[in-house]
T-cell receptor, first 116, second 110 residues
Framework: KAGVTQTPRYLIKTRGQQVTLSCSPI?????VSWYQQTPGQGLQFLFE???????NKGNFPGRFSGRQFSNSRSEMNVSTLELGDSALYLC???????????????FGAGTRLSVL | KQEVTQIPAALSVPEGENLVLNCSFT??????LQWFRQDPGKGLTSLLL?????REQTSGRLNASLDKSSGRSTLYIAASQPGDSATYLC?????????FGRGTSLIVHP
Protein backbone atom coordinates (compact mmCIF):
# COMPACT_ATOMS: atom_id res chain seq x y z
CA LYS A 1 0.00 0.00 0.00
CA ALA A 2 1.53 3.29 -1.10
CA GLY A 3 2.16 5.91 1.55
CA VAL A 4 1.52 9.63 1.48
CA THR A 5 3.21 11.21 -1.52
CA GLN A 6 4.25 14.84 -1.61
CA THR A 7 5.55 16.63 -4.68
CA PRO A 8 7.87 18.26 -5.34
CA ARG A 9 10.40 17.30 -2.68
CA TYR A 10 12.37 20.52 -3.04
CA LEU A 11 11.50 23.98 -4.26
CA ILE A 12 13.41 27.22 -4.54
CA LYS A 13 11.43 30.40 -5.06
CA THR A 14 12.03 34.11 -4.72
CA ARG A 15 10.14 36.61 -2.61
CA GLY A 16 6.83 37.68 -4.07
CA GLN A 17 6.29 34.51 -6.11
CA GLN A 18 3.61 31.96 -5.41
CA VAL A 19 3.94 28.22 -5.00
CA THR A 20 1.68 25.18 -5.12
CA LEU A 21 2.46 21.98 -3.27
CA SER A 22 0.74 18.66 -3.85
CA CYS A 23 -0.19 15.79 -1.57
CA SER A 24 -1.61 12.40 -2.51
CA PRO A 25 -3.00 10.59 0.55
CA ILE A 26 -3.01 6.90 1.29
CA UNK A 27 -5.68 5.15 -0.73
CA UNK A 28 -8.99 5.26 1.13
CA UNK A 29 -8.02 8.15 3.38
CA UNK A 30 -10.34 11.12 3.15
CA UNK A 31 -8.63 13.55 5.50
CA VAL A 32 -5.57 15.56 4.53
CA SER A 33 -3.85 17.95 6.91
CA TRP A 34 -1.02 20.35 6.18
CA TYR A 35 1.73 21.45 8.55
CA GLN A 36 4.62 23.86 8.46
CA GLN A 37 7.83 22.90 10.26
CA THR A 38 10.56 25.43 11.02
CA PRO A 39 13.44 25.39 13.51
CA GLY A 40 12.02 28.45 15.24
CA GLN A 41 8.35 27.51 15.57
CA GLY A 42 8.42 23.74 15.35
CA LEU A 43 5.52 21.89 13.73
CA GLN A 44 2.44 24.05 13.24
CA PHE A 45 -0.95 23.08 11.86
CA LEU A 46 -2.06 24.90 8.72
CA PHE A 47 -5.40 23.35 7.79
CA GLU A 48 -7.33 20.13 7.37
CA UNK A 49 -9.54 19.01 4.52
CA UNK A 50 -12.08 16.23 4.60
CA UNK A 51 -14.25 15.31 1.63
CA UNK A 52 -13.25 18.50 -0.20
CA UNK A 53 -14.23 20.75 2.72
CA UNK A 54 -11.91 22.64 5.00
CA UNK A 55 -12.69 21.42 8.51
CA ASN A 56 -10.09 23.19 10.56
CA LYS A 57 -7.62 26.01 10.17
CA GLY A 58 -4.54 27.09 12.09
CA ASN A 59 -3.33 30.59 12.75
CA PHE A 60 -1.75 31.48 9.43
CA PRO A 61 -2.36 34.47 7.14
CA GLY A 62 -4.69 34.27 4.18
CA ARG A 63 -1.70 33.89 1.84
CA PHE A 64 -1.82 30.22 2.79
CA SER A 65 -4.68 28.37 1.17
CA GLY A 66 -5.54 24.88 0.16
CA ARG A 67 -8.05 22.68 -1.53
CA GLN A 68 -8.96 19.05 -1.85
CA PHE A 69 -10.18 17.24 -4.90
CA SER A 70 -12.79 14.52 -5.21
CA ASN A 71 -10.07 11.83 -5.22
CA SER A 72 -8.82 13.22 -1.86
CA ARG A 73 -5.63 14.62 -3.34
CA SER A 74 -4.85 18.02 -1.90
CA GLU A 75 -2.92 21.09 -2.91
CA MET A 76 -1.58 23.89 -0.80
CA ASN A 77 -0.85 27.31 -2.21
CA VAL A 78 1.23 30.12 -0.77
CA SER A 79 0.99 33.47 -2.50
CA THR A 80 3.34 36.45 -2.26
CA LEU A 81 6.12 34.42 -0.69
CA GLU A 82 8.15 35.86 2.16
CA LEU A 83 11.57 34.80 3.43
CA GLY A 84 9.91 33.48 6.58
CA ASP A 85 7.90 30.99 4.54
CA SER A 86 11.04 28.89 4.09
CA ALA A 87 10.19 25.64 5.81
CA LEU A 88 9.46 21.95 5.49
CA TYR A 89 5.80 21.56 4.55
CA LEU A 90 4.33 18.27 5.65
CA CYS A 91 1.12 16.62 4.63
CA UNK A 92 -0.64 13.98 6.69
CA UNK A 93 -3.51 11.74 5.72
CA UNK A 94 -5.94 9.78 7.85
CA UNK A 95 -9.14 7.85 7.55
CA UNK A 96 -11.20 10.35 9.46
CA UNK A 97 -11.12 13.73 11.16
CA UNK A 98 -8.13 14.67 13.29
CA UNK A 99 -10.61 15.18 16.14
CA UNK A 100 -11.52 11.47 16.23
CA UNK A 101 -9.82 9.72 19.15
CA UNK A 102 -8.55 6.66 17.28
CA UNK A 103 -7.54 8.54 14.16
CA UNK A 104 -3.89 7.94 13.27
CA UNK A 105 -2.12 10.45 11.05
CA UNK A 106 0.35 9.25 8.43
CA PHE A 107 2.86 11.75 7.13
CA GLY A 108 4.55 12.26 3.82
CA ALA A 109 8.25 13.02 3.43
CA GLY A 110 7.54 16.72 2.99
CA THR A 111 8.37 19.49 0.57
CA ARG A 112 11.37 21.62 1.45
CA LEU A 113 10.64 25.19 0.35
CA SER A 114 13.42 27.76 0.25
CA VAL A 115 12.50 31.38 -0.39
CA LEU A 116 15.37 33.60 -1.55
CA LYS B 1 -5.06 27.14 23.76
CA GLN B 2 -3.31 23.80 24.10
CA GLU B 3 0.43 23.86 24.78
CA VAL B 4 2.61 20.78 24.54
CA THR B 5 6.06 20.60 26.12
CA GLN B 6 8.66 17.90 25.73
CA ILE B 7 11.51 17.26 28.13
CA PRO B 8 14.40 16.79 27.66
CA ALA B 9 15.05 18.67 24.43
CA ALA B 10 18.06 16.48 23.71
CA LEU B 11 19.40 13.22 25.02
CA SER B 12 22.58 11.25 24.30
CA VAL B 13 22.92 7.76 25.72
CA PRO B 14 25.01 4.64 25.20
CA GLU B 15 23.45 1.68 23.47
CA GLY B 16 21.43 -0.63 25.68
CA GLU B 17 20.01 1.96 28.07
CA ASN B 18 16.31 2.18 28.88
CA LEU B 19 14.93 5.65 28.20
CA VAL B 20 11.98 7.76 29.22
CA LEU B 21 10.84 10.71 27.12
CA ASN B 22 8.32 13.10 28.60
CA CYS B 23 5.44 15.02 27.09
CA SER B 24 3.18 17.37 29.03
CA PHE B 25 0.08 19.22 27.89
CA THR B 26 -1.94 22.03 29.45
CA UNK B 27 -5.49 21.11 28.41
CA UNK B 28 -6.48 17.68 29.71
CA UNK B 29 -9.58 17.53 27.49
CA UNK B 30 -7.68 15.64 24.83
CA UNK B 31 -9.03 12.87 22.60
CA UNK B 32 -5.70 11.21 22.01
CA LEU B 33 -1.95 11.52 22.33
CA GLN B 34 0.24 10.36 19.49
CA TRP B 35 3.98 9.74 19.47
CA PHE B 36 6.01 10.14 16.30
CA ARG B 37 9.56 9.68 15.22
CA GLN B 38 11.26 12.00 12.72
CA ASP B 39 14.57 11.30 11.02
CA PRO B 40 16.60 14.29 9.77
CA GLY B 41 14.96 15.99 6.78
CA LYS B 42 12.18 13.42 6.67
CA GLY B 43 8.51 13.24 7.51
CA LEU B 44 7.02 11.84 10.69
CA THR B 45 6.47 8.16 11.38
CA SER B 46 3.66 7.26 13.75
CA LEU B 47 4.85 5.11 16.65
CA LEU B 48 1.95 4.85 19.07
CA LEU B 49 -1.45 6.45 19.55
CA UNK B 50 -3.19 6.42 22.93
CA UNK B 51 -6.85 7.27 22.99
CA UNK B 52 -8.10 9.31 25.95
CA UNK B 53 -9.90 6.24 27.33
CA UNK B 54 -6.66 4.23 27.39
CA ARG B 55 -3.76 4.33 29.81
CA GLU B 56 -1.00 2.87 27.68
CA GLN B 57 -0.01 1.32 24.38
CA THR B 58 2.88 -0.98 23.53
CA SER B 59 4.70 -1.80 20.32
CA GLY B 60 7.85 -3.89 20.50
CA ARG B 61 10.40 -2.08 22.64
CA LEU B 62 8.18 1.00 22.91
CA ASN B 63 5.61 1.70 25.59
CA ALA B 64 3.63 4.91 25.85
CA SER B 65 1.50 5.89 28.81
CA LEU B 66 -1.07 8.62 29.27
CA ASP B 67 -2.21 10.34 32.46
CA LYS B 68 -4.84 12.90 31.52
CA SER B 69 -5.38 14.15 35.05
CA SER B 70 -1.77 15.24 35.39
CA GLY B 71 -1.43 16.27 31.73
CA ARG B 72 1.43 13.90 31.01
CA SER B 73 2.50 11.18 28.65
CA THR B 74 5.73 9.22 28.63
CA LEU B 75 7.41 7.19 25.94
CA TYR B 76 9.54 4.37 27.28
CA ILE B 77 12.20 2.89 24.99
CA ALA B 78 13.70 -0.36 26.20
CA ALA B 79 17.22 -1.50 25.35
CA SER B 80 17.98 1.46 23.08
CA GLN B 81 19.84 0.89 19.81
CA PRO B 82 21.75 3.26 17.48
CA GLY B 83 18.87 2.93 15.00
CA ASP B 84 16.62 4.62 17.56
CA SER B 85 18.50 7.87 17.00
CA ALA B 86 15.95 10.42 15.79
CA THR B 87 13.72 13.21 17.05
CA TYR B 88 10.64 12.06 18.93
CA LEU B 89 7.56 14.25 18.90
CA CYS B 90 4.28 13.99 20.73
CA UNK B 91 1.01 15.44 19.52
CA UNK B 92 -2.25 16.01 21.36
CA UNK B 93 -5.55 15.72 19.54
CA UNK B 94 -8.84 17.13 20.73
CA UNK B 95 -11.59 19.46 19.70
CA UNK B 96 -8.94 21.98 18.75
CA UNK B 97 -6.21 21.83 16.14
CA UNK B 98 -3.54 19.12 16.53
CA UNK B 99 -0.73 20.48 18.68
CA PHE B 100 2.84 19.22 18.65
CA GLY B 101 5.68 19.49 21.11
CA ARG B 102 9.12 20.68 19.94
CA GLY B 103 10.49 17.16 20.23
CA THR B 104 13.30 15.31 21.99
CA SER B 105 16.41 14.77 19.88
CA LEU B 106 17.81 11.36 20.79
CA ILE B 107 21.27 10.05 19.97
CA VAL B 108 22.14 6.49 20.88
CA HIS B 109 25.85 5.83 20.46
CA PRO B 110 27.40 2.37 20.11
Amino acid sequence: KAGVTQTPRYLIKTRGQQVTLSCSPISGHRSVSWYQQTPGQGLQFLFEYFSETQRNKGNFPGRFSGRQFSNSRSEMNVSTLELGDSALYLCASSLSYTTIAKNIQYFGAGTRLSVL
Amino acid sequence: KQEVTQIPAALSVPEGENLVLNCSFTDSAIYNLQWFRQDPGKGLTSLLLIQSSQREQTSGRLNASLDKSSGRSTLYIAASQPGDSATYLCSSGGSYIPTFGRGTSLIVHP
